[in-house]
Every structure is written in structure tokens, then in C-alpha cells.
């Protein structure tokens, strides 16, 4: 049997997947510029999970949608989030990612901003296509706040001033943002009344959130074979994710100076990782923010409660309980 | 009296710019991202011509439009507009806009990139507001022209084998796609029929090619004091815009070498610009894109003609007379 909640969904929705596949293929085609199929191949290709279609599908599943818009807009949120990958890796400047060069590294940064550019204006035809104005409006709003929430943590960013509250909303454009889009526009597509909506609403929001806070966790106390990130990373880039944030906001003088100095500033020596973990147990930062991770994933349990019995449901659950288990 | 159409459109609806100004202002806004409003403001305070807009405007009150949408769909035209602003300037890697610094070179890449991205999202949603679908539509189809158009250009710059066809193509991307959703969307939120929408694209798709004609003669032969451009800026950039294309077309194996060193290459020496010249001369090259230029123009005062008779569809067609004025 196939455990993980992911590959359940994957199986179950096998058919409507290649269909989304060979969408996201026609749709990516340009008939005067190859580089847009090139670039976006490369990314489609490259062993994405397809989590956040599957929650389009999942969602319209439940609530017994059975026509085709499910997989258009399946294929909308796919094209929005590899938009999203391509201008991050250029404004991150990274190299690499799930393991290959990025497309800024392959090609170039112009082609990176155009291309995904492009498939934002692709994603946006599609969504038209549904001919449902909720839907539209889903989207766009999801849209501002993952623009947003990019801006914000440009700025944000090795601010030792930035507050749960702004990590949250930075989080919220990254990932949940998406996440609570691609779950209420299944309901809305099958006409699902709005509590439910607003229920695939509420578990797309706190399932993203509990995922980006157990990302957080695994990055300081990780098992580097089995997550495949290497500890420390967001450290050394000086990300101010949730346990860092924690821990400053119970610094005393001496280790505000060394938040300073390592994230604010980047003047970082052997041994600072340990000593950056060191004090977020002693702050007992870890743990609160693996609570935090907890609440979320609960959070997004008890939103479904209210949805439709069905297995689909059940696995939505347990992927709920899965996104924290790396951490629990 | 005011003679230029501009400035007397700007008259005509300046109440209604009034508004699309507060709603820009109000729309660029971020309660998180200060940064956002920082970049936008700047290039919407740089002195732009709000050209898009008043299209929009006036196609809307051509065909008897008595609402606010107007004022909507002109501000989603400046916003998206201004969103492939910032975006080109990062990609041409350009430092002067307008005769200011550009937003990549007072901020940085990253924020124009980002900033970019969400005034797009910020026009979508100002869209989605009209609740109207047949203007969903002819904005999804303009952005998708728009984003191919500028990788096109990418991917075909400098190449000496581009096509007029292809060269038409990416002229409809930067320029002409915006002008013809503008006036378009006008007449469809109107309620106008089918034929006077179809006019109404058939104007700006016209009016933005006869423009973007002309604006690339005017570098090899314009009065520099008149159009504030540099004679030969194209050239020394290497742009293969219509005059060279037609030139290229002609051209014998010396000549070919010629453009190959200067364009392909980019190793121009003092001299070359008066030679390229000179070649486009013999060739026939600037007359031809002159009369390219002319017809388009002439086009687009025919596409109005079935309109309804109205003091404002006289000032797009003396517009339309306008843009090729420059070049006459």
C-alpha cells in the first residue's frame, strides 16, 4: 500500500494528471519563441511534486465536481508557481534547484523574468477560460499576496526588527498563499456552498503555513539524508525564519550582538551555527515554533471537518499530520 | 487652441484621469511593502503621457459609455504598462527612462522585478472588478502577446535573419497588443457590437504599429532637438528595427559582412553609423519602412470610420495623423 498521503493522491488522480501534463505542455508552446518551451520544460521537468494541482483536484473531488475546468485550473496554479520559481531564482540569485541548475544559470536572468512573465499571462488565459469570475477573483487576490509577500521579504529580509506577524505574511505569499487558492477554486468550480469554500480555504492557508514553519525547523535540526537540505543553510544565507525570530525577540545585549553580527551584518565564523542553535533552545525557540508548526497542521485537520465524507478527504488529512511529521 | 490630439484628450477627460490617478495612487499602496509605492510612484510621477489610458477612455465614450468602469480598465492599462516597464528596463539592462534614473538602477534589480510582478497582480485584480469576461479575455490575450513579443525580441535580436514577419510580431508585443486591448476593452465595456469592438482594435493595433514604425526611423533620421533622441542610439544597441531589416534584405555579400561586424558582432567603428545610413539610402530602406509607416497610420483612421460619429473619434483619427507627422 502507498503510504505517503502524497503519492495516495498522485495514484488516485493518475489520469486527470496526465491530462493537466499534457495541458501545461500545449499551453507552454510558443510558435515564435522556443525559448519559452525550452526554459519551461526545464522546470516542469525537473521532478516537481505537482502538490499544488493535486490540491485543485483533491478539492473538486470532494465536492463532486465532475467536469474538465478542475484541470485547467490544476494546470493555472502549476503555471503560476513555476512563474514564481523562475523570478525567485533570479532574485535569490540561486544556482540550483531540486538538485539542477536553475534557468538563470542555464540560460540567462532575461530569459528567466520574460519567460516567467509569460507564463503568468499563460496561466491567466487559462483561468479566463473557466468563464467563472470567483475563480478569477481567487486568483487574482492569491496573486497580489504572493507578489507581496516577495516585496516583503526583500525588504524584511536580515531586519532583526521583523515580527511574527510580518513572517507570517512573507510566508502567505511564499506558499500558503497558493496553497488556499488551489484548494477553494476546486470547491468554488464544483459550486460547493460557501462554508465549505471557506473550510478548503482555511486548510490550503494553515496547511502552507504548517509546511513553510516545519521548512524552517528542518534547516537547524534536520537529518540531511532524509530531507536532502543541509543544516544551517538559511543560517548562512541569514534568513530570519520563525526560530531565529523567536530567539531575538528574548535576546539580552550580548546576543543581539551576535544576531547583528551574523545575520544583520553576515560576519559569520566557525562554530556561530552551534552557538545560533544553542540559544534557540535555550529560549525554548525551537519547540515553541515546532508548537506553532503543530497548531497550523491541526488547524488545517479541523477545517475539513466540515466537508463532505469522502476518501479523498481522508487523505487530505493525513497529509495535514504528514507535512509535521518530519519534525514531531 | 490645443493642437496636439494628446493634449486634447488630456483635456477632454481630465476629470476622468483625476480618477484613474487617485486609483493608480490608492491601488500601489502596500500596507507591508513600503517598497512597493516607493518604486511605483517614481515611474508613474516620471511625466509618461498616460497615452493607454485615454485610449480606453475614449473608446468607452465613442461608444456612449456612461459608467466608472472606464476609470478602471485605464488605471489596469497604466498598471500593466508600468509592469513591463520596470521589467524591460532590468532586462535591457537600461539606466534612463524618460531622462530619469530607472527603478533598477536607484533600487536594485530585485525590487523592479518583484514590484513588477505586483502591479501585474494589482491590474488583475482591478480587472476582475469589471465582472466582465469578454474584457478578462482580451486582457489575458494581450499580456500572453506582450510577454512573447518581448522573449521574441530577445531571442531574435541581433540575429540578422529576422523577418518583417517576426519584427511585426515583436512590435505587436511591446507596443501594439496594449494599444489595441486598450481601445478594445473601451468599446466592450460600452456594450458596443462586434463590429465597432472589432474597429476599435483594428484602430490601436494600427495606431501602436504606425508608432513604433516611426519612432525607429526617427533614430536614423529625426531632429534630435525635436524627439530628444540620439540619431544612431538603435544602432550603436544593435536593434535590427525595420529600416535595417529592409536593408539586410538587400543586401550584397559586402554589405552582409557590413551588418554582420556591426550588428551580429557589435564591433562598430566611427564611420559606421553614416554607412548604414548611407546603405538603407540605396536600398530604398528608409522610404519603404516611411511608407510602411504611413499606411498603417492610414489604417487606423479607416478602422474609425465605422464609428459613431463623435468629436472624440476625430481627435484618434488626428492621433493616428499625429504619430507619422514626426516622419512626414
Given amino acids: 500500500m502507498l503510504s505517503k498521503p502524497h503519492d495516495r493522491l498522485a495514484a488516485r488522480f493518475e489520469a486527470k494528471l496526465d491530462a493537466v501534463g499534457a495541458l501545461i505542455r500545449a499551453r507552454m508552446e510558443s510558435r515564435h519563441a522556443p525559448r519559452i518551451p525550452e526554459v519551461t520544460a526545464h522546470l516542469v521537468g525537473a521532478g516537481g511534486k505537482r502538490l499544488r494541482p493535486m490540491l485543485t483536484l483533491a478539492a473538486a473531488d470532494i465536492c463532486g465536481y465532475r467536469g474538465e475546468n478542475d484541470e485547467k485550473l ?35 536572468n532575461k530569459s528567466s523574468i520574460l519567460v516567467g512573465d509569460y507564463l503568468f499571462s499563460r496561466s491567466f488565459q487559462l483561468m479566463v477560460e473557466t468563464g467563472n469570475l470567483r475563480v478569477l477573483d481567487i486568483l487574482a487576490n492569491a496573486s497580489a499576496t504572493i507578489a507581496e509577500g516577495e516585496v516583503l521579504q ?31 477554486v476546486g470547491g468554488v468550480i464544483a459550486g460547493a456552498p460557501d462554508d465549505q469554500t471557506a473550510a478548503l480555504y482555511d486548510y490550503g ?58 545575520i544583520e551584518k553576515g ?52 497529509l495535514a499530520g504528514y507535512v509535521v511529521s518530519r519534525i514531531n
Same sequence: chains 1, 2.
Fill in 154 to 184: 526583500l525588504t524584511a529580509a536580515r531586519d532583526l526588527a521583523t515580527s511574527e506577524e510580518i513572517y507570517l505574511q512573507v510566508v502567505r505569499g511564499k506558499t500558503a498563499a497558493l496553497f488556499s487558492a488551489a484548494t477553494e
Fill in 74 to 108: 490544476a494546470a493555472t496554479v502549476e503555471f503560476i508557481h513555476t512563474a514564481t520559481l523562475l523570478h525567485d531564482d533570479v532574485v535569490d540569485e540561486s544556482s540550483q534547484r531540486r538538485g539542477r541548475a536553475t534557468a538563470n544559470l542555464l540560460w540567462d
Fill in 205 to 262: 492557508d494553515a496547511l502552507g503555513i504548517a509546511f513553510q514553519i516545519a521548512d524552517d525547523l528542518l534547516d537547524f535540526q534536520g537529518d540531511t539524508a532524509a530531507t536532502g537540505k543541509n543544516i544551517g543553510d538559511d543560517f548562512r544565507e541569514r534568513k530570519l525564519t520563525l526560530p531565529i525570530i523567536k530567539a531575538v525577540a528574548q535576546a539580552d545585549a550580548t546576543e543581539r550582538a551576535f544576531w547583528r553580527r551574523t
Fill in 267 to 318: 560576519d559569520q565564523q566557525d562554530g556561530d551555527l552551534d552557538h545560533a542553535i544553542a540559544l534557540m533552545q535555550s529560549h525554548g525557540a525551537l519547540d515553541s515554533a515546532r508548537v506553532d508548526a503543530l497548531s497550523w497542521a491541526a488547524k488545517a485537520g479541523v477545517a475539513l471537518e466540515i466537508l463532505p465524507d469522502h476518501p479523498v478527504r481522508d487523505i487530505l488529512a493525513d
